[in-house]
């Protein structure tokens, strides 16, 4: 009998080994495609069809095997590349899924950049509120991630509200699109050397501001920020962007009247945009300012050839775009998107849950007294929670917050979190004002985020409530109140609610 179980348990842990192996070598085969379609000249070097192609398998791979590196990284990619293609559907469609299990994996950064993807589809399609509140979502994970994500998402972020602002063409908005992308600007010089997109954000920020400056009519910083632009691209492979430099500089030149210098500028613009195979938005561009150099020349037959082309591609661009706004524009049903990734998850587990079924087996007989001594842990954390849930539920009962604060400020500040409105955090320091100030007497490093945690658990929001307000999941709203607690020094014996709701 004893023969027999040791070869029993011999077959497990040789059946465990075989497929951790399995799993080690397809992990490193993912993680050298990851590594491809990651490098900063892919565009260049491969393409975005075979971005596409490699991304595809990528996924396919990593869920096969439940890989979360390579699922996130090939879903970022592959929202990327179909909203440069201006393939907004298809992008919108990877986002939606990509949000679901960025959550799942409690991945603030891939979070975070499927929540500036969106803003910027939404951007394109002149739905600017719906994009800012994206973009604020995406701030929000600057505080979970580490200081270079940080930066990452705040250029990001801070670029896409100036374009905003662009959309709504409103003069006494120009000063903010400058002040934006100046943040932004600055953002991306604070990023590290050894990122290696930093000099591809520090010129993106400068061909947007000499193209601001150029709306302006200042042709000074126009000059001086395509000159920025032209030092930072000088060593770089992909010269994408040198489409709308050199667009630029043929309206520059037009502006001039110089239109033979304008015209080389354009076909230098189109020769780039050939290479990209990515960007019609810019084609338009170059075709536009050909036409205006035409006109200029008096070669009417070229000028009416090169606004047709134009006009072509804005016709083209509106009717994806009318396809878009049919198909995708209202919010995903997120329940369903989650319950076809279940089902087809379910399919490819089918040989894990064998194996871990094994290994239940084996580490019952073998880790018998461990497994004890974690569930009796379980059981008194359990016993804890339940312990501080009942004092909440206590606290909660209790009709009035201590202070003698208006009925009417407090139904405001309720109002203002049910709605998501930015402005709630200024207004809850209008009627508390001492609150943050005895907070950060206590611990002067808590975020803004930390700040606002704590005003929501002030008007006895309960973790359910935050969860549902800060569009966050459970999990990430208790770890959040656990690090508080830490950074507050909240004994595990007191009750969070009772101890914030006795300041200010």
Same mark, same amino acid.
């Given at each position: 009998m004893k023969t027999k179980i040791f070869f029993f348990i011999l077959l497990i842990f040789n059946t465990i080994y075989c497929y951790s192996q399995d799993y080690s070598k397809r992990k490193k085969d993912i993680d050298s495609l990851i590594k491809i379609v990651k490098n900063k000249n892919a565009y260049h070097d491969i393409g975005s069809k075979e971005l596409l192609r490699l991304c595809n398998s990528i996924f396919s791979q990593s869920k096969s095997i439940q890989y979360p590196k390579g699922i996130m990284e090939a879903s970022k990619k592959m929202g990327e590349v179909y909203m440069n293609s201006q393939k907004y559907e298809e992008a919108m469609k990877i986002i939606s899924e990509g949000e679901i299990l960025a959550e799942k994996y409690q991945d603030f950064y891939a979070l975070a950049c499927f929540y500036m993807q969106e803003g910027m589809i939404y951007t394109e399609l002149g739905y600017t509120k719906r994009s800012r509140k994206l973009l604020n979502?995406?701030?929000?994970?600057?505080?979970?991630?580490?200081?270079?994500? *940080?930066?990452?998402?705040?250029?990001?972020? +801070?670029?896409?509200? *100036?374009?905003? %602002? /662009?959309?709504?063409? @409103?003069?006494?908005?120009k000063d903010s699109i400058l002040i934006y992308l100046h943040n932004g600007y600055n953002e991306s010089r604070k990023m590290s050397t050894a990122f290696p997109y930093k000099n &591809?954000?520090?010129?993106?920020?400068?061909? @947007?501001?000499?193209? =601001?400056?150029?709306?302006?009519?200042?042709?000074?910083?126009?000059?001086?920020? %395509?000159? !920025? &632009? *032209? /030092?930072?691209?000088?060593? =770089?492979?992909? @010269?994408?962007?040198?489409? /709308?430099?050199?667009? %630029?500089?043929?309206?520059?030149?037009?502006? /001039?009247?110089?239109?033979?210098?304008?015209? =080389?500028?354009?076909?230098?613009?189109?020769?780039?945009?050939?290479? *990209?195979?990515? +960007?019609? %938005? !810019?084609?338009?561009?170059? +075709?536009?300012?050909?036409?205006e150099s035409y006109l200029g020349l008096e070669d009417y037959k070229n000028q009416a050839f090169y606004s047709a082309k134009a006009q072509k591609i804005t016709d083209s661009i509106s009717n994806v775009e009318k396809k878009v706004l049919n198909n995708v524009i209202s919010p995903p049903d997120r329940e369903n998107i989650s319950n076809t990734e279940n089902t087809k998850s379910s399919n490819n587990n089918l040989l894990i849950i064998i194996i871990i079924s094994f290994i239940s087996i084996t580490g019952f007989v073998i880790y018998v007294f461990y497994i004890k001594r974690k569930n009796d842990n379980k059981m008194t954390k359990t016993f804890i929670d339940n312990k501080e849930n009942s004092l !909440?539920?206590?606290?909660?009962?209790?009709k009035n917050i201590k202070q003698n604060i208006n009925t009417e400020d407090l139904n405001e500040l309720i109002q203002l979190v049910e709605n998501n409105d930015k402005s709630f955090h200024l207004k809850f320091s209008e009627t508390f004002p001492t609150f943050n100030k005895q907070l950060l007497e206590i611990n002067p490093q808590l975020s803004h985020s930390d700040l606002e945690y704590c005003a929501l658990i002030k008007l006895k929001f309960d973790t359910k409530e935050i969860a549902h307000y800060k569009n966050a999941t459970l999990n990430s709203v208790i770890s959040k109140k656990y690090r508080i607690r830490k950074k507050l020094n909240i004994s595990t014996e007191e009750n969070m609610y009772s101890w914030i709701l006795n300041l200010g």
């Open positions: 979502k995406a701030l929000d994970q600057t505080d979970e991630v580490s200081n270079e994500e *940080a930066h990452i998402i705040k250029a990001t972020a +801070y670029r896409t509200m *100036a374009r905003n %602002l /662009r959309k709504e063409n @409103e003069n006494e908005k &591809f954000y520090i010129s993106s920020f400068a061909i @947007e501001l000499s193209e =601001e400056y150029y709306s302006k009519n200042d042709i000074i910083n126009t000059k001086k920020y %395509l000159a !920025q &632009f *032209a /030092r930072d691209m000088k060593t =770089e492979k992909d @010269e994408s962007e040198f489409i /709308r430099y050199y667009t %630029l500089k043929g309206n520059v030149e037009n502006k /001039r009247k110089n239109y033979s210098a304008a015209l =080389e500028n354009f076909d230098k613009a189109t020769q780039a945009a050939k290479q *990209a195979k990515i +960007y019609p %938005l !810019q084609v338009k561009d170059i +075709y536009s300012g050909k036409a !909440q539920n206590n606290v909660l009962s209790n």
